[in-house]
Structures are given as C-alpha cells and as structure tokens.
C-alpha cells in the first residue's frame, strides 16, 4: 500500500509554481543585468500564450463536464484523462517559469523606463509574463478538472 501512495501522481500545489517563478525571474534579471544591451523581445508570444490559455481553459470545461457525467456529454476514456493531466502539469510548468522569467526581465528594465528600447523591452515581456499567468492558471484548472468526483450514495448513476 505504501509503494501505491509512492508512485501515485499528485496535483499540483502552490509550491512548485511559486518556486519555478522565483526562479525564472532571477534567471530574467541576471540575465537582462549579463547583456550589454537589450535584445527586442518578440511581442507574438503574448497572443500565443493567450491562444493556448483559451484552448486550456475551453478544454478544462468541457473535461469537466464529461468526466462529471453530466447529461449530453459522453463519458471519458481515462487515458485521454491521463493525456490532459499530462499536458497541463507540463503546461503549469512551463507556465510558472515563462511568467517569472518575463517578468524578472520587466523588473530588471523597469528603472530605465525613459529609453524607448527599455520601454519596448518593458511592455513586451511584462505583457508576455501575464500571459504566461494566465496559462499557469488554466493549466491548473484543467488539472483539477481532470479529477475523478467522490463516490455519491445517492447518485443512481453509480460510481464515476
């Protein structure tokens, strides 16, 4: 039973987030402070992070719908639940460590804000560290979605 609980895949808490965050920003600001000069940061990635946000959360309702068994949905199979689960731990990863990347690289350029190549650099990768915060949170709502509810005595449905 305890070799079970050992390998047994566990939600995703705040911690591992929080700490990947701190991690890329010191890895943004060490970096933005190593470069003579600032590189222009691509503003495609804000809409792209967005788009794959949309389709997470979009995604995250649906699941949790089917897996809930509400009326007019189909069941899911509990490998495409295990595939979504996969994708948003690794989502919520990247997530965490894309969005304090960005935004350790706002910070670092944020006292030059006068200069128009900081100013650039500052609302690009200020904007892209919020949009990677917005895929960090549908990840983790597609994660919880992906949870299997309790037994209910009284459904009739029987178990999920």
Same mark, same amino acid.
Request: net charge negative.
């Given at each position: 039973?305890?070799?079970?609980?050992?390998?047994?895949?566990?939600?995703?808490?705040?911690?591992? $987030?929080?700490?990947?965050?701190?991690?890329? %920003?010191?890895?943004?600001?060490?970096? +933005?402070?190593?470069? $003579?000069?600032?590189?222009? /940061? $691509?503003?495609?990635?804000? $809409?792209?992070?967005?788009?794959?946000?949309?389709?997470?959360?979009?995604?995250?309702?649906?699941?949790?719908?089917?897996?809930?068994?509400?009326?007019?949905?189909?069941?899911?199979?509990?490998?495409?639940?295990?595939?979504?689960?996969?994708?948003?731990? %690794?989502?919520?990863?990247?997530?965490? /460590?894309?969005?304090?990347?960005?935004?350790?690289?706002?910070?670092?350029?944020? #006292?030059?804000?006068?200069?128009?190549?900081?100013?650039?650099?500052?609302?690009?990768?200020?904007? +892209?560290?919020?949009?990677?915060?917005? /895929?960090?949170?549908?990840?983790?709502?597609?994660?919880?979605?992906?949870?299997?509810?309790?037994?209910?005595?009284? #459904?009739?449905?029987?178990?999920?």
């Amino acid at each position: 039973m305890a070799d079970e609980e050992e390998h047994r895949l566990r939600p995703t808490g705040w911690r591992v $987030p929080a700490v990947l965050i701190a991690i890329g %920003a010191l890895l943004g600001v060490l970096l +933005t402070n190593a470069l $003579p000069y600032l590189p222009v /940061l $691509p503003w495609s990635g804000i $809409p792209t992070l967005l788009l794959l946000a949309l389709a997470e959360g979009y995604t995250a309702g649906r699941t949790r719908r089917r897996i809930r068994r509400v009326p007019g949905t189909e069941p899911m199979e509990p490998l495409s639940a295990a595939r979504l689960v996969a994708l948003a731990k %690794a989502s919520a990863l990247f997530a965490s /460590l894309a969005a304090g990347f960005f935004l350790g690289i706002a910070f670092a350029v944020s #006292d030059v804000l006068e200069l128009p190549s900081p100013r650039e650099v500052f609302f690009t990768a200020l904007g +892209t560290g919020l949009a990677s915060a917005v /895929l960090l949170a549908a990840a983790l709502y597609l994660e919880y979605a992906c949870r299997v509810p309790e037994d209910d005595p009284d #459904d009739p449905r029987g178990s999920a």
